[in-house]
Nanobody, 119 residues
Framework: QVHLVESGGGLAQAGGSLRLSCAAS????????TGWFRQAPGKEREFAAS????????YYADSVKGRFTISRDIAKNTAYLQMTSLKPEDTAVYYC????????????WGQGTQVTVSS
């Protein structure tokens, strides 16, 4: 079992930056992929970015490409989401999630962290 804890959310102005962290604990050896999803009020949860733990290959939604950067520190079992050029439409609860190398599903989720971008 892997446990994920997010941190780093908060309030930013449009054009500003925030960095989110996702610390993994437990059976971290089973991690295959870590990602960030977000859910704005009244909207469905959507994919933002992910990273393959072993290779560092990254994937982004078109809405964040060029503005957000996902990375990971293997030694710290922590993934990061650096968010720049923030827009009010980036306001959402951001969730860290993980895919393990057994069932290859997004089956582990953090509690979420609020990001609010003011115009």
């Amino acid at each position: 079992q892997v446990h994920l804890v997010e941190s780093g959310g908060g309030l930013a102005q449009a054009g500003g930056s925030l960095r989110l962290s996702c610390a993994a604990s437990g059976r971290t050896g089973s991690l295959y992929r870590t990602g960030w999803f977000r859910q704005a009020p009244g909207k469905e949860r959507e994919f933002a970015a992910s990273i393959i733990w072993s290779t560092g290959s990254t994937y982004y939604a078109d809405s964040v490409k060029g503005r957000f950067t996902i990375s990971r520190d293997i030694a710290k079992n922590t993934a990061y989401l650096q968010m720049t050029s923030l827009k009010p439409e980036d306001t959402a609860v951001y969730y860290c999630a993980a895919v393990n190398n057994v069932n290859m599903r997004w089956d582990t989720w953090g509690q979420g962290t609020q990001v609010t971008v003011s115009s």
